[in-house]
Antibody, heavy 118, light 110 residues
Framework: EVQLVESGGGLVKPGGSLRLSCAASGFTFSNYIMEWVRQTPGKGLEWVSSIGGSSTSIYYADSLKGRFTISRDNAKNSLYLQMNSLRAEDMAMYYC???????????WGQGTTVTVSS | QSALTQPASVSGSAGQSITISCTGTNSDVGGYNYVSWYQQHPGKAPKLMVYDVSNRPSGVSNRFSGSKSGNTASLTISGLQAEDEADYYCSSYRTSNSYVFGTGTKVTVL
């Protein structure tokens, strides 16, 4: 079964850091571009970042201004998101997703919740 | 980065057809045939329903269909069923290797 399972979310103080993980199974992980998408309460979905199969192509949403870093370890079938200088507006459910083609995120994890509060 | 514009809510009676619009710009919806639609039930992850404007993934009902004209894409749900009640989001590739989602539409089955 194709599956993505996120972890690492939790409560963090403003200015703090958190590292999210996404464990993939059921498919050849290195063959796929992987994405992070977040959903803030009542504000809908927002694309965060994507990384190519070999990590040579990495892109971020302009709004992140260099605070987030996406990475992957194909040997461990894992995707990561390092989040620094966290703000209240980063509070959201974070999903990892597989990109099957340019216009298609076809598999999503169940999400992990990030809460930023003092 | 502005989100794509969707109506906040659309409703219809069971068996009817509804259409959800998704309006962007020449830099996203109008410039590429990479529009996708996602269904999200409360507390669940988004599910891909349509991709590349009008293609359906395996297993998605043919009651869901997509189209595009200019800077506006549309998702039509025909033969509306109770299980279709959910939030729907469009998404598009945007210039410079980024992606943008729509504001989301809550579909209510009357």
């Amino acid at each position: 079964e194709v599956q993505l399972v996120e972890s690492g979310g939790g409560l963090v103080k403003p200015g703090g850091s958190l590292r999210l993980s996404c464990a993939a199974s059921g498919f050849t992980f290195s063959n796929y571009i992987m994405e992070w998408v977040r959903q803030t309460p009542g504000k809908g979905l927002e694309w965060v970042s994507s990384i190519g199969g070999s990590s040579t192509s990495i892109y971020y949403a302009d709004s992140l201004k260099g605070r987030f870093t996406i990475s992957r370890d194909n040997a461990k079938n894992s995707l990561y998101l390092q989040m620094n200088s966290l703000r209240a507006e980063d509070m959201a459910m974070y999903y990892c997703a597989r990109r099957a083609s340019t216009g298609r995120m076809d598999v999503w994890g169940q999400g992990t919740t990030v809460t930023v509060s003092s | 980065q502005s989100a794509l514009t969707q109506p906040a809510s659309v409703s219809g009676s069971a068996g009817q057809s509804i259409t959800i619009s998704c309006t962007g710009t020449n830099s996203d919806v109008g410039g590429y045939n990479y529009v996708s639609w996602y269904q999200q039930h409360p507390g669940k992850a988004p599910k891909l329903m349509v991709y590349d404007v009008s293609n359906r993934p395996s297993g998605v009902s043919n009651r869901f269909s997509g189209s595009k004209s200019g800077n506006t894409a549309s998702l039509t749900i025909s033969g509306l069923q109770a299980e279709d009640e959910a939030d729907y989001y469009c998404s598009s590739y945007r210039t410079s290797n980024s992606y943008v989602f729509g504001t989301g539409t809550k579909v209510t089955v009357l």
